[in-house]
């Protein structure tokens, strides 16, 4: 047995709602600042009348439905209705294209997909190619053409929970990996895996009863549920939901709100120190804000000077879900460390024959867990993937690491992203971490190009700080003297843009296939 024991979402939930039933569970705050609030019961009874229209739309248990939506109570109706019915939801960026919807849709056998006005273009566009998919449900922003609205096949539903027998290794949810290198994956979560990884990230951040979670991540990415919703609904604590994130709206909204946490990644970090100073900002009572992907130790100093609240850097992965390392809060901050691991979590750093390499080297990252628990289940239909990244107990995360004296990791690149130049092995992320160094630098994505005498060569793409300049010239000597010889870039173009997933990760396999 093991933390989770043989509760599942739909008794997480369930539990509160009876225990709690009139306390405040989920504000949410859309785009025009319209308020919506639902008390534990509201919300519990409100889940099980989606339920019970996700069962008269025709799923059954097993059967995958699409929920294409920006943040809303409809998400998490959707999301929570899934846990209910063992049927499995599918979350995808509301801003993707009909062809990567297509492929998401068909790869997935979504029978139905929920969308909202300004995401549906792209399921109507691709549903004459999706075979599988029966129905479109419209959501909210009016009336959808060639979609039902979900409002009349919920008005008539029961508030009681729909009669299924349910397990903690269940399925939940399939979450599509963000396509960095390859074409998506669908990861399987179970409830297990959803109520292990909160239960570790509430220990972690100590969430009470009295804790509001500010919400500003996406719900179609797992960072949101497992770093905040999740560890809020087990505590019994509450949550503010913003539609989306707004660099100039979020010290606002968590002073509104009375937030006491709050989840980031780095790039929304560096926003916000990007913003104008206001000195009302230091009226939030925010006591904790974590974040994944590193910001520089300036940023991080940065941070806690102008706005006064706890950075704590995590890392994890979809596959993980359980978020095996965190920055201790008793501990001193390391501030370009993913953390240390967390209670239950065991990780080491290996070469390429899988040995175990000492502190300071770098290899691969791996995971020891539970498949189903502290593991993803496996990838849907990709046996083939699903052996390559679980080998035995062992998860690889393609992310190259290394581990200090203490215990601390730190993230070096991913393993894809090694750069191969006459016979030395380049980390990409290390030329990067250099050339932001420069002052004229807002960021920069480091590739390998092919070269026909040394493999390949060394490739910066640059953006630079609004009224900053600097030359790719000046840029390569700044490099000179900070790296090794064989690292420094021989080339460096300029972009206004990077692409990017939906949580800011830059999606180099596009770059390389790019022109400025």
């Known amino acids: 047995m093991n933390i989770v024991g043989n509760r599942t979402l739909k008794s997480a939930l369930e539990d509160k ?85 297509e492929y998401i849709l068909n790869h997935s056998e979504a029978k139905v997909s929920f969308v909202q006005g300004s995401s549906a273009a792209a399921v109507l566009a691709c549903r004459a190619r999706c075979p599988r998919l029966q129905e479109v449900v419209a959501t909210r922003e009016g009336p959808v053409e060639g979609a039902r609205a979900l409002a009349e096949l919920v008005e008539r539903q029961p508030a009681d929970p729909p009669e299924v027998s349910l397990g903690p290794l269940d399925e939940v949810a399939m979450m599509y990996t963000s396509g960095t290198t390859s074409k998506p994956k669908g990861v399987l979560i179970t409830h297990a895996n959803y109520l292990h990884g909160g239960e570790i990230m509430s220990k972690a951040m100590r969430v009470g009863p009295e804790d509001r979670h500010l919400i500003v991540l996406p719900f179609f990415h797992a960072g949101a549920h497992i770093h905040a919703f999740v560890p809020s609904l087990l505590a019994g604590a509450s949550a503010a939901v913003m539609e989306g994130f707004s660099a100039s709206r979020f010290w606002d909204q968590a002073i509104a709100y009375g937030a006491t946490l709050a989840a980031l990644f780095a790039a929304p970090v560096r926003m916000l120190l990007n913003q104008p100073d206001r000195p009302h900002y230091r009226q939030h009572r925010l006591r904790l804000v974590t974040y994944a992907q590193n910001v520089t130790p300036e940023e991080f100093e940065a941070w806690h000077a102008r706005f006064g609240v706890r950075l704590m850097q995590l890392w994890g992965m979809t596959e993980s879900m359980s978020l095996p390392l965190i920055n201790p809060l008793d501990l001193p901050a390391k501030p370009l460390s993913m953390g240390m691991p967390t209670l239950g979590a065991e990780l080491k750093i290996v070469d390429d024959g899988g040995q175990e390499v000492p502190p300071g080297a770098v290899g691969e990252l791996v995971l020891r867990g539970v498949p189903g628990v502290s593991l993803m289940k496996g990838y849907f239909k990709n046996p083939e993937a699903t052996a390559d990244a679980m080998r035995g107990e062992w998860l690889y995360t393609g992310d190259l690491a290394r581990m200090d004296e203490e215990g601390y990791f730190y993230f070096v690149d991913r393993k894809k992203d090694i750069i191969k130049r006459a016979g030395e092995n380049v980390a990409a992320g290390e030329v990067e971490a250099v050339l932001k160094q420069h002052q004229a630098v807002a960021d920069a994505a480091v590739i390998g190009v092919p070269d026909p005498v040394r493999d390949e060569a060394i490739k910066a793409l640059v953006i630079l700080r609004e009224g900053r300049r600097a030359t790719a010239e000046e840029l390569i000597e700044w490099c000179r003297p900070r790296l090794s010889k064989f690292k420094v870039p021989e080339i460096v173009e300029f972009r206004e843009t990077f692409p990017r997933t939906s949580v800011g990760k830059i999606q180099k396999h596009l770059l390389r296939g790019s022109k400025p």
Do not use: C, I
């Open 17 to 101: 709602a009876r225990r709690f039933p009139a306390k405040t569970f989920v504000l949410f705050e859309d785009r025009t600042g319209h308020v919506e609030r639902y008390t534990y019961d509201a919300f519990d009874r409100r889940v099980n009348q989606v339920a019970h229209a996700l069962l008269k739309l025709g799923l059954a248990r097993g059967d995958t439905f699409n929920l294409h939506l920006r943040n809303s109570p409809e998400f998490l109706f959707g999301w929570f209705a899934a846990a209910k019915t063992g049927t499995v939801m599918v979350p995808t960026h509301p801003d993707s294209t009909p062809d990567e919807m």
